[in-house]
């Protein structure tokens, strides 16, 4: 495991200063940026959008999920929809984070009805390999990331009408972690969270603190006046209104898990410690199985009806 992130710290740096270099070029008033908010899932999804060309991409859409009775629905997916119609925006990717295990994604119900390709990162092989396990999905699960159109190495490049994208792979949440570097701004995912909240756990299988650590360091050496969107926010005791908007500074100052400072033995610490204080994410069982599929429910059985798996005691 230590030459694996030695490995991962070495091959770090070159993307970086691609994505540095991005962050300086770009002109700042090309991008448009609007935040969907979930409060069942905590969970910000994004449509981006060059304002030029009037190509987008959603990030980490919601699919609503009634865990009781087993239902779901579209009204966050169609909240998107909607805007988009009525902007004149054609959606060219919809790009997750990471197989998210609080909520279902709507890439593949999206996609049916405005098109884009769904993409994610490479190493969403790696937890299809272990969940498909866990789940006895059978050979009929492709565990090789065949569900998704794309699947995204560190430091790819691509472009969202004419703004530019540099992918960053941030492990530690999971293997599969990715942020976006749009522009001027930077998607992070469930890798931080606001400087109140601090990071994502790390002990989801393939989960790792001191990758999760060199991640949030790796995007927190950007410049400090970068725009970080979060994925997810969590109100505290102090602070009672929601709130996804960062900067690169503002973190590095005040991330209570991550700012200067904190050594990356103290962090994994703190870290390890508060993982064993969390329970499971409510939507774990459900999300993963859709999402390691790229948002599609498992095909159904022989009565026409699609069936989520319970496994006892594997978690």
């Known amino acids: 495991m230590e030459e694996d992130r030695a ?46 060309t009037k ?10 999920y009634d865990a009781a009775a087993g239902r779901t629905s579209t009204a966050s997916a169609e909240a998107i929809m909607e805007y988009v119609r009525a902007e004149g925006i054609a959606i060219d990717w919809l790009l997750e984070t990471h197989a998210h295990a609080d909520h279902l994604s709507a890439a593949a119900w999206i996609k049916e ?24 999905a059978g050979p009929e699960f492709r565990r090789d990331g065949s569900d998704f159109d794309r699947l995204w190495s560190d430091g790819d490049r691509f472009a969202i009408g004419e703004l530019p994208v540099t992918v960053l792979h941030v492990p530690g949440h999971t293997p599969a972690c990715v942020a976006y570097v749009i522009g001027d701004v ?19 299988p393939g989960g790792d603190a001191v990758f999760l650590f060199r991640s949030l360091r790796r995007i927190l050496e950007l410049p400090g006046d970068t725009p970080l969107f979060m994925c997810h926010d969590y109100l505290t005791a102090e602070r009672q209104e929601h709130r996804w908007q960062t900067t690169v500074a503002e973190q590095r100052a005040a991330n209570v898990h991550a700012r200067d400072g904190i050594s990356e033995d103290e962090f994994v610490a703190r870290r390890r410690a508060r993982d064993t204080e969390l329970a499971m994410p409510r939507l774990l069982l459900p999300s993963i199985q859709v999402n390691m599929r790229a948002g599609r429910l498992p095909p159904a059985e022989d009565n026409g009806v699609a069936y989520l798996k319970i496994p006892i005691d594997r978690l």
């Open 186 to 204: 930077v998607f992070v995912g469930d890798t931080m969270f606001m400087p109140d909240y601090g990071s994502a756990r790390a002990d989801f």
């Open 113 to 136: 009805r405005l098109g884009g390709a769904i993409a994610i990162g490479e190493h969403i092989r790696d937890v299809q390999a272990v969940f498909g396990d866990i789940f006895n």
């Open 55 to 64: 190509r987008g991409a959603v990030i980490d859409s919601v699919l609503d």
């Open 7 to 52: 490995a991962w710290t070495l091959a770090a740096d070159v993307p970086l200063a691609a994505a540095r270099h991005q962050l300086l070029s770009i002109a700042k008033d090309t991008a448009a940026v609007r935040g969907f908010f979930d409060p069942e899932t905590s969970t910000i999804s994004y449509l981006v959008h060059d304002r030029r």
